[in-house]
């Protein structure tokens, strides 16, 4: 059983940042796609920011790219989201997931297994 435990989310102002970590148990990352979504109040879960299943591409949703960076961390099993420049509509829970299918990296019914998220709120 993979279980997946987001941690780093807070308060921040706008233009701050943040890094997310996202930490993996049961299961190494190895041979699965690892991706960020966040959701907001009344909104659908919407992707972030994704690797690939071989880990050797990065995807990023139009409205972060230039401002967040996935990394990882295989040693410890860990994958972050640095999130720079915030702007209040970041605010949302962001959430990290594996998939271990190849494709379909930005929809949410691709992956398999889900942490239960960190709340991201940026203030203005």
């Known amino acids: 059983q993979v279980q997946l435990v987001e941690s780093g989310g807070g308060l921040v102002q706008v233009g701050g940042s943040l890094r997310l970590s996202c930490t993996a148990s049961?299961?190494?990352?190895?041979?699965?796609?690892i991706g960020w979504f966040r959701q907001a109040p009344g909104k659908e879960r919407e992707f972030v920011a994704a690797?690939?299943?071989?880990?050797?591409?990065?995807y990023y949703a139009d409205s972060v790219k230039g401002r967040f960076t996935i990394s990882r961390d295989n040693a410890k099993n860990t994958v972050y989201l640095q999130m720079n420049s915030l702007k209040p509509e970041d605010t949302a829970v962001y959430y990290c997931?594996?998939?271990?299918?190849?494709?379909?990296?930005?929809?949410?019914?691709?992956?398999?297994?889900w942490g239960q998220g960190t709340q991201v709120t940026v203030s203005s």
């Open positions: 049961g299961r190494t990352f190895s041979g699965y796609g």
């Open positions: 690797f690939s299943r071989g880990g050797s591409h990065t």
């Open positions: 997931a594996l998939r271990s299918g190849a494709l379909g990296y930005a929809s949410a019914s691709s992956y398999d297994y």
